[in-house]
């Protein structure tokens, strides 16, 4: 055992900012004789002393997790969380309902799914046997890096379809409340997007989606099933259905999702990520369906080596550059064609 104790405040350098936090309420609902609220989402604001972009960011975290995985990386450094601070933004950084300091109960949410283990976290994460992944911040052999790590994880909500309905229902309240943003998902979150779009898509500005969860209709392990395409949740598509299995056996084109046309969507991808296969056919879905989502593979852009946990891996702001150059070349103008 190290005899320095941990101070990280004394070495990192000072900075000047605005912050708070604040309570996206859920519904009341009676349970016998008594009330209680239904599912909270707690939000955490940062801006720089002076907000130079138009739009702020919500940031919105992956399965299981939280909205620290947006902050300081696993090795110490500033998350994106940070850097897009310090780029000029308002930054928003939600613990989805059910997690983190999002309290969970089963009585209001629901049963919970199964709980995150050490290995699915090496699964997921962890360099396995491509040579490519050399970014991953610890190395597999460190186990108190290892029991920080998994410490933040906890169990998703069981029925995945009301967990992204509620996520979504809070993230859509938190717009009415700030105005128009840009949302930012990874992961489990990824979903969270398009129906964050599909409620108010006059308040989305764009979407970067970090390696988001699919491919559309499938069964994620541990976590359940797609039946909407690229959600579990139902979508407002065009024409009208409240029938999955028809939507399952459409052609490309017979549905349409007129909330996502003209949205600047980008999905992210790392070249050493066995979820990167994912994203090729949600973005054909959703453009099948009239959206415009561009690919961005982080390795086109000389961002090598990267798995699924991208965005606080060593080179995690080389990670984050590409994807602030397009919503500086995209997001402002065609927002605004799209708003007017």
Same mark, same amino acid.
């Given at each position: 055992?190290?005899?320095?104790?941990?101070?990280?405040?004394?070495?990192?350098?000072?900075? +000047? +900012?605005?912050?708070?936090?604040?309570?996206?309420?859920?519904?009341?609902?009676?349970?016998?004789?008594?009330? $209680? !609220?239904?599912?909270?989402?707690?939000?955490?604001?940062?801006?720089?002393?002076?907000?130079?972009?138009?739009?702020?960011?919500?940031?919105?975290?992956?399965?299981?997790?939280?909205?620290?995985?947006?902050?300081?990386?696993?090795?110490?450094?500033?998350?994106?969380? !940070?850097?897009?601070?310090?780029?000029?933004?308002?930054?928003?950084?939600?613990?989805?309902?059910?997690?983190?300091?999002?309290? $969970?109960?089963?009585? %209001?949410?629901?049963?919970?799914?199964?709980?995150?283990?050490?290995?699915?976290?090496?699964?997921? $994460?962890?360099?396995?046997?491509?040579?490519?992944?050399? !970014?991953?911040?610890?190395?597999?052999?460190?186990?108190?890096?290892?029991?920080?790590?998994?410490?933040? $994880?906890?169990?998703?909500?069981?029925?995945?379809?009301?967990?992204? +309905?509620?996520?979504?229902?809070?993230?859509?309240?938190?717009?009415?409340? &700030?105005?128009?943003?840009?949302?930012? +998902?990874?992961?489990?979150?990824?979903?969270?997007?398009?129906?964050?779009?599909?409620?108010?898509?006059?308040?989305?500005?764009?979407?970067?989606? &970090?390696?988001?969860?699919?491919?559309?209709?499938?069964? &994620?392990?541990?976590?359940?099933?797609?039946?909407?395409?690229?959600?579990?949740?139902?979508?407002?598509?065009?024409?009208?259905?409240?029938?999955?299995?028809?939507?399952?056996?459409?052609?490309?084109?017979?549905?349409?999702?007129?909330?996502?046309?003209?949205?600047?969507?980008?999905?992210?991808?790392?070249?050493?990520?066995?979820?990167?296969?994912?994203?090729?056919? %949600?973005?054909?879905?959703?453009?099948?369906?009239?959206?415009?989502?561009?690919?961005?593979?982080?390795?086109?852009?000389?961002?090598?080596?990267?798995?699924?946990?991208?965005?606080?891996?060593?080179?995690?702001?080389?990670?984050?550059?590409?994807?602030?150059?397009?919503?500086?070349?995209?997001?402002?103008? %065609?927002?605004?064609?799209? !708003?007017?």
């Amino acid at each position: 055992m190290s005899s320095s104790p941990f101070t990280p405040w004394s070495t990192t350098p000072a900075r +000047t +900012t605005k912050r708070g936090h604040f309570w996206v309420p859920g519904e009341r609902i009676a349970i016998g004789e008594r009330t $209680y !609220q239904r599912g909270p989402m707690y939000v955490e604001w940062e801006a720089p002393e002076h907000v130079t972009r138009r739009w702020p960011i919500v940031l919105m975290h992956g399965g299981g997790f939280q909205g620290t995985e947006w902050f300081d990386t696993p090795d110490g450094r500033p998350g994106w969380a !940070q850097r897009l601070v310090e780029a000029g933004y308002a930054v928003l950084v939600v613990d989805r309902p059910g997690h983190g300091r999002s309290p $969970y109960h089963v009585d %209001t949410i629901g049963p919970m799914g199964p709980p995150f283990s050490y290995e699915g976290g090496r699964q997921i $994460y962890f360099p396995g046997d491509d040579a490519r992944h050399t !970014q991953w911040p610890f190395d597999a052999a460190d186990e108190p890096a290892m029991d920080e790590f998994i410490a933040g $994880y906890g169990p998703l909500p069981a029925d995945l379809e009301a967990s992204q +309905t509620m996520d979504a229902d809070r993230t859509a309240a938190l717009l009415d409340r &700030i105005g128009p943003a840009i949302l930012i +998902t990874h992961s489990a979150s990824g979903p969270d997007g398009w129906l964050v779009a599909d409620r108010r898509p006059h308040l989305v500005k764009a979407i970067a989606a &970090i390696e988001p969860m699919g491919p559309p209709f499938a069964t &994620i392990p541990n976590i359940g099933p797609m039946r909407w395409g690229p959600t579990a949740a139902p979508l407002r598509f065009e024409p009208p259905t409240n029938d999955p299995d028809v939507l399952r056996r459409a052609q490309p084109g017979d549905f349409r999702l007129p909330s996502l046309a003209g949205l600047p969507i980008l999905i992210v991808t790392a070249e050493a990520s066995a979820f990167a296969a994912a994203s090729p056919p %949600t973005a054909a879905f959703l453009n099948a369906c009239g959206a415009s989502a561009e690919l961005l593979e982080l390795a086109d852009h000389g961002v090598h080596g990267n798995g699924h946990g991208l965005i606080y891996e060593k080179n995690s702001d080389e990670a984050l550059a590409p994807v602030l150059d397009w919503l500086t070349q995209h997001a402002q103008a %065609t927002s605004d064609a799209r !708003q007017a």
